[in-house]
């Protein structure tokens, strides 16, 4: 017989909740709250007027520092893949900034800019655009030479070649890109917003000052319904502009 | 009156000779075969004479227009693997040659629609790819072609990676449409019997560097018909060329 996937999936967030419950029970609020606490502690949260100000000002400051990454990154990432003295010009930088994490880099970046736009921005941007741009590179260095050669025995141009066989072979890896670069460019924000006490990862700094874990929970709550929230939506555009590639890879 | 001439062409990968010297004549609406093992440079002269590959000497002129190394113009081409683009529907694939030339849209679609009538696959213009089946496919990849209406047809293998019984059905329709809008043809192969009945006239190549080891002209009236596969003509020109084929690759 054939179960349901919703309802093993729902059967297993309830067996994880019921053991977080009897775990939180056991060991009090102050080191893990339950689930019960933290529900509670998120409707508070919500109601309380700081949280919405400062998702603002989180999510205002993280689409500037992302989209710029994007900006640079698609483009560069593609000039890596396809020629190769971009790729080795740049591909050390690349290579060295990826595996710096961003905590690292922001004492660093605070020096520098000081503790405003100027500053979350640049960390996010900084973060972000080094997985765009490995993930463009990849996508790049993979565009089929067969069809290249087809376009290239119509007598497609240089430009046609990159118009009709090289874009649209990118276009689902631009999709695959903003997702992972989203996932960054929040993770890189929260890190900074922890630094300077601003914002949403101020008020998980407090919270982590607090006597009960129930709040910082219940922030950390919220952080991952936005995180899995906007890649569902990204992943959805995806599948909308180009299902010649998703439903070829559900297949 | 359309021709091709082939002239003294050489071509060497690196220090390995793939073609010394090589030359051939197609006349109008003829259909021609290029017959040997794989991996012995047929396809490399094909893609020579598409213009996809550069030559170390010789010329390459239809028509009386030298179109060395320079792809396109009067030439179309149907890839081994059908080579579609997985990015346009059936349809746009068939028009991309037209769309390469700067052909407005309606016209380029109702051009390709036609086509895609002529090789049976009315009602599926706006399958994507991945879609059809790989019969399907290659009839896609045919009436991109066709689409172009070129003087020249060039076909690198296009039955090879098909089943028997889809292959079978593929030469049928090849033939028929052919019959329709009458062409050259260049048709590289390793397969005897659809050489045989195919073919106006066999080039038989030699194993690497190719070099033709015997024309043959096929003496079968058209239109052929499946049964002569059975005719003892058949069978004996079949066993002849065989013989020729294994003496030269063990010589």
């Known amino acids: 017989m054939r179960v349901p996937r919703l309802a093993v999936n729902a059967l297993g967030v309830g067996l994880a909740l019921a053991g977080w419950q009897i775990a939180g029970s056991g060991l009090g609020d102050a080191l893990v709250a339950t689930p019960v606490q933290v529900a509670a502690a998120l409707v508070d949260t919500i109601r309380d007027g700081s949280l919405w100000p400062a998702l603002w000002s989180m ?46 880099i922001v004492p660093l970046f605070i020096i520098l800019m000081g503790r405003g736009v100027l500053f979350c921005t640049s960390i996010v941007f900084v973060a972000t655009v080094w997985y765009v741009v490995a993930t463009m590179t990849e996508a790049a260095r993979g565009v089929s030479p067969k069809l290249l050669n087809v ?13 009709y066989v090289i874009l649209p072979a990118l276009h689902p890896f631009v999709l695959i890109a903003a997702r992972i670069g989203l996932v960054h460019a929040l993770r890189a924000m929260i890190t900074a917003e922890m630094f300077i006490s601003a914002g949403f990862g101020g008020l998980l700094n407090n919270a982590g000052l607090d006597l009960s874990t129930a709040p910082l929970f219940g922030l950390i709550v919220i952080l991952m319904a936005l995180s899995v929230g906007a890649t569902s939506l990204l992943r959805w555009a995806a599948h909308r502009s180009a299902p010649w590639y998703a439903s070829r890879t559900n297949a | 009156m359309a021709r091709l001439s082939v002239s003294n062409v050489s071509k060497s990968f ?24 794989s991996g012995c440079g047929k396809s490399t002269l094909l893609q020579i004479i598409n213009g996809l590959t550069s030559v170390d000497s010789g ?14 113009s009067g030439r179309g081409m149907v890839f081994q693997g059908a080579d579609l683009f997985p990015w346009r529907s059936a349809i746009e694939n068939v028009a991309f040659g037209l769309e390469v030339m700067g052909v407005g849209k309606a016209e380029r679609l109702s051009r390709a629609r036609e086509y895609l009538h002529l090789v049976g696959l009315k009602g599926f213009e706006d399958a994507w790819p991945h879609q059809l089946s790989g019969g399907m496919q290659q009839r896609v990849g045919i009436a991109r072609a066709f689409c172009v209406r070129p003087k020249l047809l060039l076909m690198d293998e296009p039955f090879g990676a098909l089943d028997v019984q889809t292959r079978d059905i593929l030469q049928d329709e090849l033939v028929r449409i052919w019959e329709a809008e009458r062409k050259m043809v260049l048709f590289v192969t390793h397969g005897i019997e659809e050489a045989l009945y195919l073919a106006d006239r066999i080039l038989v190549f030699s194993k690497r560097p190719a070099r033709v080891l015997k024309e043959i002209v096929v003496p079968f009236d058209r239109p052929r018909r499946e049964t002569m596969k059975l005719a ?12 020729l084929l294994r003496h030269d690759i063990t010589a």
């Open chain 2, 14 to 37: 690196g220090d390995v000779p793939v073609l010394i010297d090589q030359s051939l004549e197609v006349a109008d609406g003829e259909f021609v075969a290029l017959l040997g093992p």
């Open chain 1, 151 to 163: 376009a290239r025995s119509f007598a497609a141009s240089d430009f046609q070649r990159f118009r």
């Open chain 2, 59 to 72: 010329r390459v002129v239809l028509d009386g227009q030298d179109v060395t190394g320079k792809s396109g």
């Open chain 2, 232 to 243: 003892p003509e058949f069978l004996e020109l079949r066993r002849e060329i065989s013989e």
């Open chain 1, 59 to 104: 999510g205002w400051q993280m689409m500037v520092g992302y989209l710029a990454a994007m900006a640079v990154g698609v483009p560069l990432g593609v000039a890596m893949g396809r020629s190769d003295v971009v790729l080795s010009v740049v591909k050390p930088w690349a290579q060295m900034f990826i595996v710096v994490s961003a905590a690292a």
